[in-house]
């Protein structure tokens, strides 16, 4: 069973760089095509993806967002972080971590997600 | 980047209707890879279609998907009370992957 689950503060303040961990179990970042990725959702709002790591270290960002994001991995920990500088109070939002993956034909989507965890962007 | 457009933006049924609900893509989407999601309240988004016309695991068959190139739809036949909620499509086949802005299944 796949289950993820995200950590990190519930408030900062704007300038701040924000620090978010994924920690999973019942996957694994060293195993051929797993990914895991970062998506976020203001209040109200939609879905946006953001990043993406994949077993091999390939990392994709949304381009939107790209000079502000670094994505990781610790395999031997089961955790993947996500950090974003210059937080905004516009960045206020649920953000979840979800895996897909990709098979040797054709990729999937995200399949299990995080319960998500609200930052708030505030002074 | 591929903007998807879902319509409408809400949709009011009773239990026991059909729903049928689309999403419009700028742009081809490649190898049809299009998901739709259903999200309820306090939630974390739940797949239940992937590659436009494939059901997840678990998810009941009364929710269909179909379409390809630009043109989407998710059809759920008989709606139950659980079934209201909002449903994402996604993109997955170009990035960055983008979602549409939702449409909301409510009770009439």
């Known amino acids: 069973q796949i289950t993820l689950k995200e950590s990190g503060p519930a408030l900062v303040k704007p300038t701040q760089t924000l620090t978010l961990t994924c920690t999973f179990s019942g996957l694994s970042l060293s195993t051929s095509g797993v990914g895991v990725g970062w998506i976020r959702q203001p209040p109200g709002k939609a879905l946006e993806w953001l990043a993406l790591i994949y077993w091999d270290d390939d990392k994709r960002y949304n381009p939107s967002l790209k000079s502000r994001l670094t994505i990781t991995k610790d395999t031997s920990k089961n955790q993947v972080v996500l950090t974003m500088t210059n937080m905004d109070p516009v960045d206020t939002a649920t953000y979840y971590c979800?895996?897909?993956?990709?098979?040797?034909?054709?990729?999937?989507?995200?399949?299990?997600w995080g319960q998500g965890t609200l930052v708030t962007v505030s002074s | 980047e591929i903007v998807l457009t879902q319509s409408p933006g809400t949709l009011s049924l009773s239990p026991g209707e059909r729903a049928t609900l689309s999403c419009r893509a700028s742009?081809?989407?490649?190898?049809?890879?299009l998901a739709w999601y259903q999200q309820k309240r306090g939630q974390a988004p739940r797949l239940l279609i992937y590659?436009?016309?494939s059901r997840a695991t678990g998810i009941p068959d009364r929710f269909s998907g179909s379409g390809s190139g630009t043109d989407f739809t998710l059809t759920i036949s008989r709606l139950e009370p659980e079934d209201f909620a909002v449903y994402y499509c996604q993109q997955y086949g170009s990035s960055p992957a983008t979602f549409g802005q939702g449409t909301k299944v409510e009770i009439k």
């Open positions: 742009q081809s989407v490649s190898s049809s890879y």
């Open positions: 590659g436009a016309s």
């Open positions: 979800a895996h897909r993956h990709c098979s040797s034909v054709r990729c999937y989507p995200f399949d299990y």
